[in-house]
């Protein structure tokens, strides 16, 4: 197995570590830390399931950065996350670290740290390129914001998916639901909450679950759903269950955790919701139409049919779970 390029950097010499804390910030569950000193590590993870992997691995987690001597910020997808990261590590930490792979836009944010700080020692490694330099206040303007309202009317913040507009299979998804939905539901995946609103308009809803994976989200979805029978979980919906049950749940399940379309995380969500569900449960979900989603939703429910789609999206309904 190849050195990963923070301990290549490391052990040949070329990074030298200050002593103190070190804050690695949004590492997946798979990032190499074996060399730093484990004692002086602080994971920060928004993402459920990389923060509860982390812990159960033994290393102290935390769901925001906390201000160390060393901050080693992993690339996000979502340049601006990334550019609000390293803004906020330069601002506490003696020396930062920014590692990422290219097809995450590395090189890209390499580019744009060069043009405010000069020449940047780096490695370039593994699809991927690491770099580092001292703390500074010049990246002050890259800092986010508190959530905010975009031109949808919702509230998003930085690295939340459809950040800048509503996503059209979420709302392909909510004109499509009945006019009156069961009493106990849930939404799997909420994101910032779209759907929440259109589901609580519905005749017959009780309350009404969000289950959402990642902080910076929920965190949106809380100011945007504001209708006291919704209760909001940071949780992977994967691995979500309520007792006795819901009555019917929605979803518009992720795709990919990186740029490849990973059709198997959305047949956890189907085979999560299918065991969430009370025996006469009901689910709507929304999937990209290339998709092979009808298979995995006939194993886990005996009635399966799509209500509405457009070239691009369907809407399928399923009912009966057979756990």
């Known amino acids: 197995m190849s050195q990963s390029r923070l301990s290549t950097a490391i052990e040949d010499g070329a990074l030298v570590l200050p002593k103190g804390k070190i804050a690695v910030m949004r590492p997946p569950a798979d990032y190499d830390v074996a060399a730093l000193d484990r004692d002086e590590i602080i994971i920060s993870q928004g993402f459920y399931p990389d923060f509860t992997a982390w812990g159960d691995a033994g290393y102290t987690v935390t769901a925001k950065a906390e201000p160390s001597d060393v901050a080693i910020v992993v690339v996000p997808r979502a340049k601006a996350l990334a550019h609000a990261m390293i803004a906020e590590a330069a601002s506490w930490a003696k020396l930062v670290i920014v590692d990422g792979m290219r097809t995450d836009g590395v090189d890209s944010i390499f580019k744009d740290c060069r043009k ?150 959305g047949r956890a969500f189907i085979a999560a919701a299918s065991r969430a569900l009370a025996s006469h449960g009901k689910l709507w979900m929304v999937a990209n139409r290339h998709l092979p989603y009808e298979q995995t939703l006939r194993d886990h429910f005996r009635n399966v049919d799509e209500i509405a789609g457009t070239g691009a999206f369907k809407v399928l309904h399923a009912t009966r779970p057979t756990r």
Not at 165 to 193: C, H, N, Q, R, T
Not at 194 to 215: C, F, H, I, T, W
Request: aromatic share 10%; hydrophobic share 40%; proline share 9%.
């Open 116 to 265: 405010r700080l000069g020449d940047l020692p780096s490695i370039p490694k593994g699809h991927g390129r690491i770099f580092w330099f001292a703390g500074t206040d010049k990246f002050a303007d890259w800092i986010a914001p508190p959530p905010q309202k975009g031109a949808h009317g919702s509230y998003t913040t930085a690295g939340v998916f459809s950040d800048g507009a509503i996503d059209v299979g979420s709302a392909l998804l909510a004109e499509a639901l009945p006019e009156k939905l069961p009493a106990k539901m849930a939404d799997f995946g909420a994101g910032w909450g779209y759907l929440a609103n259109p589901v609580l308009s519905r005749k017959g809803v009780q309350s009404l679950d969000l289950v959402e994976a990642e902080a910076l989200s929920l965190s949106c979805a809380r100011l945007n759903v504001t209708d006291p029978r919704a209760h909001f979980h940071w949780a992977d919906a994967t691995q979500f269950l309520s007792k006795p049950g819901y009555d019917g749940i929605v979803m518009n399940p992720p795709f990919h955790t990186g740029r490849a379309a990973e059709p198997h995380i």
